[in-house]
C-alpha cells in the first residue's frame, strides 16, 4: 500500500551544489506536482507533470530549477547552484488524472533542503 | 490572480473548545475545495473536500466545513477539539478552469492545550 514516495528526506548541500530530489507516485498515478513549502508561506504550486511531459510549470522559478517525470523511473526535481534561499520542504503530490477524484492529490512526506 | 487567504496564523485552544478556521477565495468560477491537515513531521493529509452538493461537508475526526458560495468562503469546524489535533491546517483550491494543481492558502497552525 505504498503512498506518495519521496528521497530523499533530507538532504544538506553547500551553496553552489546541486540537489536532486526524487518522487515516485501512487501506484496507478500517472500525474505528479511539487510544492514548496516556506516558512510562514504555506504551500506553492511548483511545476505539474505527466509522464515524459511538463503540463504546468508556471511556479518554477525561470532559472536553476528543472523537473521531469521520465517514462521509466521517479519524478525528478533538479535545483543547479543551490542558494540559502532554496533551502524549504519541497513536497511532490500525485493523481491519477486532472479529472479524476475532482482534483484531489495524494501527498508524499516531503524532502527538506538545506543549503549552508 | 487566483488566491486562497486563511486568516488565522496561529491559534491556541483548550481541548473541548470549539474550533473554526477561516478560509476565503478569489472569485473564479467553479471550484472544488479541500481541506488538508499536516501533523507534525508528517505529510498532508485530506481532511475533507467538497466537490458539489450539500455545501456541508463533513470530514475524517469530526470535522466539517462549511461552502458559503455567496461569500466565497469554506470555513473549517469542530465541536469540541482534543490535543491530538495539534497540527496545521490548509486550505486549497481547485478552479475549474486549472489543469490541476491545487491553489493553498498559508495555512493555520492550531495548537490545542490539554
Known amino acids: 500500500n505504498a503512498g506518495v514516495m519521496q528521497n530523499p528526506r533530507h538532504l544538506v548541500r553547500r551553496r553552489g551544489q546541486e540537489a536532486r530530489l526524487r518522487c515516485s507516485p501512487m501506484?496507478?498515478?500517472?500525474?505528479v506536482y511539487w510544492y514548496r513549502q516556506l516558512p510562514e508561506e504555506g504551500l506553492k504550486f511548483m511545476v505539474y507533470?505527466?509522464?515524459?511531459?511538463?503540463?504546468?510549470e508556471s511556479g518554477m522559478p525561470k532559472e536553476r530549477f528543472s523537473a521531469e517525470f521520465p517514462k521509466e523511473g521517479p519524478s525528478i526535481l533538479r535545483i543547479q547552484q543551490v542558494v540559502r534561499g532554496d533551502s524549504a520542504a519541497y513536497f511532490c503530490a500525485s493523481s491519477p488524472s486532472p479529472g479524476a477524484g475532482n482534483g484531489e492529490l495524494f501527498f508524499g512526506e516531503g524532502s527538506r533542503l538545506t543549503v549552508l | 490572480a487566483q488566491s486562497v487567504s486563511q486568516h488565522n496564523h496561529h491559534v491556541i485552544l483548550s481541548e473541548a473548545a470549539s474550533l473554526e478556521l477561516g478560509c476565503n477565495y478569489s472569485y473564479g468560477g467553479t471550484v472544488n475545495l479541500f481541506w488538508y491537515v499536516q501533523y507534525p513531521g508528517q505529510h498532508l493529509q485530506l481532511l475533507l473536500k467538497?466537490?458539489?452538493?450539500?455545501?456541508l461537508v463533513k470530514g475524517i475526526k469530526g470535522f466539517e466545513a462549511e461552502f458559503i458560495k455567496s461569500k466565497f468562503s469554506f470555513n473549517l469546524r469542530k465541536p469540541s477539539v482534543q490535543w491530538s489535533d495539534t497540527a496545521e491546517y490548509f486550505c486549497a483550491v481547485k478552479y475549474g478552469g486549472s489543469q490541476g494543481n491545487l491553489i493553498f492558502g498559508k495555512g493555520t497552525k492550531l495548537s490545542v492545550k490539554p
Open positions: 507533470l505527466q509522464k515524459e511531459n511538463i503540463i504546468d
Open positions: 467538497y466537490f458539489s452538493g450539500d455545501p
Open positions: 501506484k496507478g498515478h500517472s500525474h
